[in-house]
């Protein structure tokens, strides 16, 4: 006799575990390259031993294996090993490809996830190729830099679901992106160009158990702690509230801030459109027109986080640790996280060793960066300042940390003592103040301002 209730929890098993195997899909089957193109490089792809094999190949720049479908939310989980510790290697999302560029040879470009064996050890962060370039390196997720294996197989889970791009690297967190650009696009793999790194030349790219899921999409949640870099202009995530962050700009009025030295938000020299507060130009004085504003509130340790966009020639400042108990003429006193065109304002050729350039610690602490970390004039550039509990501060730029250094400490002082700041008493040490935007007579565009005390 049939035993229907068997039958029926049998059948329900099969239905459910087939409903599962269609959750997540080979997009390699293991034996070909169906459904896959070469592009923009030379550098050849073929399949060995289930997997796909890209070889570094001299005379040739950065090559791409992508898919000929397009997707839009999908939860993508592989396998790499890259040969090397001096090159790199990366997984392109949601992509394009000009086939114009490179002359004629094909231009890609788009959000790429990094493998980087390299000791900067940024594998995880998200790069915009030939676009924007980086969105996430590991400067803001120093923690997961240990979590690559060296000329080993290392496993990528990539979540792209509506605007949020998140990575695992070995089953560990990595990077958070919110981002505004590219719904869809191919999925592609890449072979990094080497350059003249001829040691690298023929030196493999291994990529197997490529599986892809674009239908009943989870989120998995990321731990508390991670940060997030968030481009939807003046926003913040569930995931950013949950973390405490607050805006010191809506993007719309003037709320929460006034003018220093004044009971009020300046009449003029500011101006707020388009989900942007600017200054003014104004011929390039200090303070001389709107003046600088002021957060109503103050703050002691915290996490504050900008977007700023340069005009030619510009000069500003977000200074913190701001008291307003000077009562000094021009630019209120504080701590400054410098805003300037270095290559056409004369204030970066000022000071010491170039400790008046842009994200320096304003005329104490030179700001170590390179060029390739830089958006060009009229871009969109990120700051951030994070001053620990144990008066330690940090300055970033563009997701890059350029400075350290720790409030009150000799080392401070010494730098006090022989800078601009130096006849003010305890300069730097308050332990609470305003966080300030200066007027420095020049055009220069805010948004996106967060904070997180700490």
Request: charged share 25%.
């Amino acid at each position: 006799m049939l035993n229907f209730k068997k039958y029926s929890i049998l059948a329900f098993s099969l239905i459910t575990l087939s409903a599962t195997a269609q959750k997540a899909k080979p997009l390699f089957d293991g034996k070909t390259l169906t459904g896959w193109k070469a592009v923009a490089g030379a550098a050849p792809y073929k399949v060995e031993d289930g997997m796909i094999v890209g070889t570094m190949t001299k005379g040739t720049p950065n090559s791409f294996l992508i898919t000929e479908k397009e997707y839009g939310d999908f939860i993508l989980e592989l396998d790499v090993k890259l040969e090397g510790e001096t090159t790199n290697s990366g997984i392109q999302t949601r992509s394009h490809i000009k086939p114009e560029g490179n002359n004629g040879k094909g231009l890609v470009f788009g959000r790429q996830v990094e493998i980087d064996p390299t000791p900067r050890a940024w594998t995880g962060g998200i790069y915009d190729e030939a676009r924007r370039l980086w969105l996430y390196p590991l400067e803001l997720n120093p923690s997961a830099k240990p979590l690559y294996k060296k000329n080993g197989f290392n496993h990528y889970r990539i979540e792209c679901i509506g605007n949020e791009t998140k990575t695992w690297v070995n089953g560990n967190p990595v990077a958070y992106v919110i981002d505004t650009l590219d719904k869809t696009g191919f999925i592609g793999l890449q072979v990094h160009g080497i350059g003249n790194n001829l040691e690298n030349d023929g030196k493999k790219v291994y990529f197997k158990n490529i599986n892809i899921q674009t239908e009943g999409l989870k989120a998995k949640a990321f731990p508390k702690g991670i940060y997030t870099v968030n481009l939807t202009p003046n926003t913040l995530s569930a995931y950013e509230k949950s973390e405490g962050y607050k805006l010191l700009f809506d993007g719309k009025s003037n709320a929460g801030w006034i003018g220093a030295y004044k009971t009020a938000f300046p009449a003029k020299g500011w101006k707020i459109a388009d989900g942007i507060i600017s200054v003014e130009p104004s011929g390039g004085a200090e303070s001389t027109n709107g003046g600088d504003i002021v957060t109503r509130d103050e703050y002691a340790a915290f996490d504050l986080s900008f977007e700023f966009r340069l005009t030619p020639g510009a000069n500003s400042g977000v200074k913190y640790f701001v008291t307003l108990s000077e009562n000094n003429t021009g630019s209120a006193i504080g701590l400054e996280y410098q805003v300037l065109d270095d290559v056409l304002h004369p204030d970066a050729k000022l000071g010491r060793d170039g400790n008046r350039t842009l994200a320096s610690l304003y005329d104490l602490i030179t700001a170590k960066k390179e060029a390739r970390f830089l958006r060009p004039i009229g871009s969109w550039n990120n700051g951030r300042v994070v001053v620990y509990p144990n008066n330690k501060v940090e300055h970033y730029l563009n997701g890059v940390k350029v400075l350290e250094y720790t409030r009150g400490s000799e080392e401070f002082k010494k730098l006090v003592a022989i800078s601009k700041y130096k006849d003010w008493k305890n300069f730097g040490e308050a332990p609470k103040g305003h966080i300030l935007l200066q007027d420095h007579g020049n055009k220069v565009d805010f948004r996106t301002i967060k904070i997180k005390t700490l």
